[in-house]
């Protein structure tokens, strides 16, 4: 009986290393591909701070590219007083780094937009490379 | 366009006529090559649910016997069964005219293949390995391997039907170091839909490897393609997340796990400009390719930088191909391009759950088709070309159109045949008869009238020299560099316009390489040919050689027997024989109005006896030149004989009454046929 039992305990021990073993694994996997939900929260978060600080230097938060897309000056395109409130939760990453995210914007005229911004990394910092207005719909999905 | 015409309109009749009333079918070739068969080839099945046009499940035809391959593209499959996930097994119930409409075709692709007579139907199945680049072994070689089986098996060139990817891996098993270059000759032609020769845009911009104001494949990016393609990209990112198996089939589903997939070895590889896509070889000059393409076009009008619209340039629509592949990528080097245009206006959509919708709504007459993105599967989208009539119906012609061309060439056949490199002129595809693209003054290549005058007459035959039951061409092609005519090359040419073989005639008389052909006939699997070569000594005008020979196919390559030599000597010996033994009448048949006098000549001198013959121009640096003995008594050193020009001079040497021998001026009046000219007495 003192066998079996040893025995027992050696078999509960190895399938406690084992599942320890592939709890260790699958963490250090989902750290090393990075797109885990906490990562992803935390990659939403530092998007969503960049927009809401946008309005303070637009400038420095425009794509290099879109710079030469439209003709008016990123202070024009975003006036002093705007307020940018991002939603978070619909952050969506795409495969490069970049993603999109759902904006309320309110302009010092009064003017309200909601609007996905189309977000790029660039020097290790997001910036905005376009914005679509974002239509309410309901009944889509 | 009228190829293109021509095309769609068989296979709109391949769809309403069914089988019983399509062309006729050709004789059967071997039988079906069962052999080949491993764990991705596979001959298609019948599904019981992919119908003919009288609406009774499709049947295997009587004698099927050219191999069609169907080959999948990136992350798909091609296994044909009746859960139809296979990327040539959906219905095919879209249209490029009424988008909205679903048809009432009740079989797939596969299956409307499986009608077409003749076709022999299989899958290549490498969706286990499809993450990997066309290199490994179980993709590019795997389907050479089965190419060559197939060929082997059946006698009968394939033909390939590539999906994406399919067709880089078709290129691959084609172009891949000898072996490949062996298996272009056993593929007649390769159907793609939608395969990125150059690569792909959206993969290039999945991986971040193209901005804004790159040049891709003659196309700048602009902001607004670049975003709209990431808003995409993320789209259908954010839905894949909940369950690629919804998303199969639409565009979504193949962009969904983008990044995943756009990172694997062929997505990599995919990418514009990719390293390996650069080192793949474009397909061989000897398979024709039939490119089929998606031609999509987004327009939205509001994009831009918050309240900076983007500039006036930006805001037209959108070329994004079949939006993975664009247009250009997808037909670059193709024989010929089958495109259709959808447009689209792009929305992006707040929904309620906080999260963004993207909808695509159809811009055309009397339609409002506004679907969400993930839902999309429109007829010019990567995945759906296999399921929209027009498309399929244009392959269904091109294979249709290859396999009833196996039947007998005609002269339709001969004038736009391709042909071999000749004369220094590049390979190429005749039209009307000509090798196009040779600058005037650099001369010619073709068949036909234009050049050649005999040709229909005594220069080209039609006779089954393969077995196969149908008829082959045997022509002359005629071919110089401007200027002085090179020797023709024999050249048979299949029913489906390829020359199986050619060779020179030169090269069977080992002359001057100036050989032109008497007379072209066929009679019991033989091509017997007459034709006359130049000698070294010959002038221009007159060739003083006449050959024949028989000409048989084996194995596809030409054999040459019975050759044999026609020269003026033959007849002299025969002149010399009946005056030697006074046979005035027939000698006159022979010698004309010289006859009495070589009578004479045997009578007082002879036994007459032939010592050798000559060119009568005797011109400076031949071999050919007359006896010096005989030179020199007639004054032959600078010997130019403008009256005689061509001819040949026989030395005869006579038994009795002096060493200087006396010279028969020999002329040729017919293909082997020669006569007694003049005679010059000592």
Same mark, same amino acid.
């Given at each position: 009986?003192?066998?079996?039992?040893?025995?027992?305990?050696?078999v509960?021990?190895?399938?406690v290393?084992l599942l320890?073993?592939?709890a260790a694994?699958?963490?250090l996997?989902?750290?090393?591909?990075g797109d885990g939900?906490?990562?992803?929260?935390?990659?939403a978060?530092?998007?969503?701070?960049?927009?809401?600080?946008l309005?303070?230097d637009?400038q420095?938060?425009?794509?290099?590219s879109?710079v030469?897309?439209?003709?008016?000056t990123a202070?024009?395109?975003v006036?002093?007083?705007t307020?940018?409130?991002?939603?978070t939760?619909?952050?969506?990453?795409?495969?490069?780094g970049?993603?999109?995210m759902?904006?309320?914007?309110?302009?010092?005229?009064?003017?309200?937009a909601?609007?996905?911004?189309?977000?790029?990394?660039e020097?290790?910092q997001?910036?905005v490379?376009?914005?679509?207005?974002?239509?309410?719909?309901t009944g889509?999905? | 366009?009228?190829?293109?015409?021509h095309?769609?309109a068989?296979?709109?009749m391949?769809?309403?006529?069914?089988?019983?009333?399509?062309?006729?079918?050709?004789?059967?070739?071997?039988?079906?090559?069962d052999?080949?068969?491993?764990s991705?080839?596979?001959r298609?099945p019948?599904?019981s649910?992919?119908?003919?046009?009288?609406?009774r499940p499709?049947?295997?035809?009587?004698?099927?016997?050219?191999p069609?391959?169907?080959?999948?593209?990136w992350?798909?499959?091609?296994?044909?069964?009746?859960?139809?996930?296979g990327a040539?097994s959906?219905?095919?119930?879209?249209?490029l005219?009424?988008? =909205?409409?679903?048809?009432?075709?009740?079989?797939s692709?596969?299956?409307?293949?499986?009608?077409?007579?003749g076709a022999?139907v299989?899958t290549?199945?490498?969706?286990d390995a499809?993450?990997r680049?066309?290199d490994d072994s179980?993709?590019?070689?795997?389907?050479?391997?089965?190419?060559?089986?197939?060929?082997?098996?059946?006698?009968?060139?394939?033909i390939?039907?590539?999906?994406?990817m399919?067709?880089?891996?078709?290129?691959?098993?084609?172009?891949?170091?000898?072996?490949?270059?062996k298996?272009a000759g056993m593929?007649?032609?390769?159907?793609t839909?939608?395969?990125?020769? =150059?690569g792909?845009?959206?993969a290039?911009?999945a991986?971040?490897?193209v901005?804004?104001?790159?040049?891709?494949?003659?196309t700048?990016?602009?902001?607004?393609?670049?975003?709209?393609v990431?808003?995409v990209?993320?789209?259908?990112?954010?839905?894949s997340?909940?369950?690629?198996?919804k998303?199969?089939?639409?565009?979504?589903?193949?962009?969904?796990?983008a990044g995943a997939?756009f990172?694997s070895?062929?997505?990599?590889?995919?990418?514009?400009?990719?390293?390996?896509?650069?080192r793949?070889?474009?397909?061989?000059?000897l398979?024709e390719?039939?490119a089929?393409?998606g031609?999509?076009?987004i327009?939205h009008?509001?994009?831009?930088w918050?309240?900076?619209?983007?500039?006036?340039?930006?805001?037209?629509?959108?070329?994004?191909?079949?939006m993975?592949?664009?247009?250009?990528s997808?037909t670059?080097?193709?024989?010929?391009?089958?495109?259709g245009?959808?447009?689209?206006?792009l929305?992006?959509?707040?929904?309620?759950?906080?999260?963004?919708?993207v909808r695509l709504?159809?811009?055309?007459?009397?339609?409002?088709?506004?679907?969400?993105?993930?839902?999309?599967?429109?007829p010019?989208?990567?995945t759906?070309?296999m399921?929209?009539a027009?498309?399929t119906?244009e392959?269904?012609?091109?294979?249709n159109?290859?396999?009833?061309?196996?039947?007998?060439?005609?002269?339709?056949t001969?004038? =736009?045949?391709?042909?071999?490199?000749?004369?220094g002129?590049p390979?190429?595809?005749l039209?009307?008869?000509?090798?196009?693209?040779?600058?005037?003054?650099?001369g010619?290549?073709?068949f036909?009238p234009w050049?050649d005058?005999?040709?229909?007459?005594?220069?080209v035959?039609?006779g089954d020299l393969?077995g196969?039951?149908?008829k082959?061409?045997?022509a002359?092609?005629?071919?110089n560099?401007g200027g002085?005519?090179?020797?023709q090359?024999?050249t048979?040419?299949?029913?489906?316009?390829?020359?199986i073989?050619?060779?020179?005639?030169?090269k069977?008389?080992?002359?001057?390489?100036?050989?032109?052909?008497?007379?072209?006939t066929?009679?019991?699997?033989?091509?017997?040919?007459?034709?006359s070569?130049?000698?070294?000594s010959?002038?221009?005008?007159?060739?003083?050689m006449?050959l024949?020979?028989?000409?048989t196919?084996?194995?596809?390559?030409?054999?040459?027997?019975?050759?044999?030599?026609?020269?003026?000597?033959?007849t002299?010996?025969?002149?010399l024989?009946?005056?030697?033994?006074?046979?005035p009448?027939?000698?006159?048949?022979?010698?004309?109005s010289?006859?009495?006098?070589?009578l004479?000549?045997?009578?007082?001198?002879?036994?007459?006896?032939?010592?050798r013959?000559?060119?009568?121009?005797?011109?400076?640096?031949f071999?050919?030149?007359?006896?010096?003995?005989?030179?020199?008594?007639?004054g032959l050193?600078?010997f130019s004989?403008?009256?005689?020009?061509?001819g040949r001079?026989?030395?005869?040497r006579?038994?009795?009454g002096?060493?200087?021998?006396?010279?028969?001026g020999?002329?040729?009046v017919?293909?082997?046929k020669?006569?007694?000219?003049?005679?010059?007495?000592p």
């Amino acid at each position: 009986m003192k066998g079996i039992a040893g025995k027992k305990a050696i078999v509960a021990g190895a399938v406690v290393v084992l599942l320890a073993f592939f709890a260790a694994w699958a963490f250090l996997l989902s750290s090393l591909l990075g797109d885990g939900p906490a990562d992803r929260a935390q990659v939403a978060r530092s998007v969503a701070l960049a927009l809401e600080t946008l309005p303070s230097d637009p400038q420095s938060r425009m794509a290099a590219s879109s710079v030469r897309s439209v003709d008016k000056t990123a202070a024009e395109a975003v006036p002093s007083g705007t307020k940018i409130e991002p939603v978070t939760e619909s952050w969506s990453p795409e495969p490069s780094g970049g993603g999109t995210m759902l904006i309320d914007v309110s302009y010092p005229d009064g003017e309200r937009a909601s609007l996905v911004a189309v977000m790029v990394k660039e020097d290790d910092q997001w910036k905005v490379l376009a914005t679509f207005p974002a239509e309410t719909a309901t009944g889509v999905e | 366009m009228n190829d293109s015409r021509h095309r769609i309109a068989l296979g709109a009749m391949m769809l309403i006529a069914g089988a019983g009333a399509a062309i006729a079918m050709i004789a059967a070739g071997p039988a079906a090559a069962d052999g080949c068969l491993n764990s991705r080839l596979a001959r298609a099945p019948f599904l019981s649910s992919d119908l003919d046009p009288s609406r009774r499940p499709v049947k295997a035809p009587a004698k099927p016997r050219v191999p069609v391959i169907m080959v999948h593209g990136w992350t798909g499959r091609s296994t044909h069964d009746r859960q139809r996930r296979g990327a040539f097994s959906h219905l095919i119930d879209m249209s490029l005219i009424r988008s =909205n409409q679903k048809l009432d075709i009740p079989r797939s692709l596969i299956g409307s293949l499986q009608l077409v007579p003749g076709a022999d139907v299989y899958t290549f199945d490498y969706h286990d390995a499809s993450a990997r680049w066309v290199d490994d072994s179980r993709i590019g070689p795997a389907l050479g391997d089965a190419i060559e089986c197939l060929y082997k098996q059946s006698g009968q060139r394939v033909i390939v039907v590539a999906h994406s990817m399919g067709g880089l891996a078709t290129r691959f098993a084609l172009t891949d170091g000898n072996r490949g270059a062996k298996r272009a000759g056993m593929v007649s032609r390769v159907v793609t839909f939608g395969t990125p020769q =150059n690569g792909s845009l959206v993969a290039a911009i999945a991986a971040g490897a193209v901005d804004a104001g790159s040049k891709v494949g003659g196309t700048i990016v602009t902001t607004n393609l670049l975003a709209t393609v990431k808003l995409v990209l993320s789209y259908c990112g954010r839905k894949s997340d909940s369950g690629m198996d919804k998303l199969d089939g639409t565009i979504c589903g193949s962009l969904g796990d983008a990044g995943a997939a756009f990172d694997s070895e062929a997505g990599r590889a995919l990418r514009y400009g990719s390293s390996s896509l650069r080192r793949l070889n474009r397909f061989p000059e000897l398979v024709e390719l039939n490119a089929i393409a998606g031609d999509t076009r987004i327009e939205h009008n509001d994009g831009g930088w918050f309240k900076a619209p983007f500039v006036s340039t930006m805001k037209t629509s959108l070329a994004v191909g079949d939006m993975i592949v664009s247009l250009g990528s997808a037909t670059d080097g193709a024989d010929s391009a089958r495109t259709g245009t959808c447009k689209y206006e792009l929305n992006v959509q707040r929904i309620p759950e906080d999260e963004i919708g993207v909808r695509l709504g159809l811009v055309a007459e009397s339609e409002a088709a506004r679907s969400p993105l993930e839902s999309m599967n429109g007829p010019c989208f990567h995945t759906s070309l296999m399921r929209t009539a027009q498309f399929t119906n244009e392959a269904l012609g091109i294979v249709n159109e290859d396999i009833e061309g196996r039947g007998s060439a005609t002269m339709k056949t001969l004038m =736009n045949a391709w042909v071999p490199s000749a004369c220094g002129h590049p390979a190429g595809r005749l039209k009307n008869g000509i090798l196009p693209a040779i600058p005037e003054s650099h001369g010619i290549v073709g068949f036909g009238p234009w050049h050649d005058d005999r040709f229909e007459a005594d220069h080209v035959a039609f006779g089954d020299l393969d077995g196969d039951g149908g008829k082959e061409a045997a022509a002359m092609l005629t071919c110089n560099q401007g200027g002085v005519a090179w020797s023709q090359v024999f050249t048979i040419v299949g029913a489906d316009g390829r020359t199986i073989d050619a060779l020179s005639l030169s090269k069977i008389s080992g002359e001057q390489g100036r050989d032109y052909a008497w007379k072209v006939t066929y009679a019991d699997r033989k091509v017997h040919v007459t034709w006359s070569a130049l000698r070294d000594s010959d002038l221009g005008c007159c060739s003083t050689m006449d050959l024949s020979a028989d000409f048989t196919l084996a194995a596809r390559k030409i054999k040459v027997a019975k050759v044999r030599r026609y020269t003026e000597v033959p007849t002299v010996q025969r002149v010399l024989a009946l005056a030697n033994g006074r046979k005035p009448a027939e000698l006159r048949r022979l010698a004309g109005s010289e006859a009495p006098a070589i009578l004479d000549l045997a009578r007082e001198y002879g036994p007459l006896k032939l010592d050798r013959c000559f060119a009568a121009q005797y011109l400076e640096g031949f071999d050919d030149r007359p006896p010096s003995d005989v030179a020199e008594h007639f004054g032959l050193d600078d010997f130019s004989d403008g009256n005689f020009a061509g001819g040949r001079y026989c030395a005869i040497r006579l038994a009795r009454g002096g060493e200087i021998p006396a010279l028969l001026g020999m002329e040729k009046v017919a293909f082997a046929k020669w006569r007694v000219e003049r005679l010059l007495v000592p």
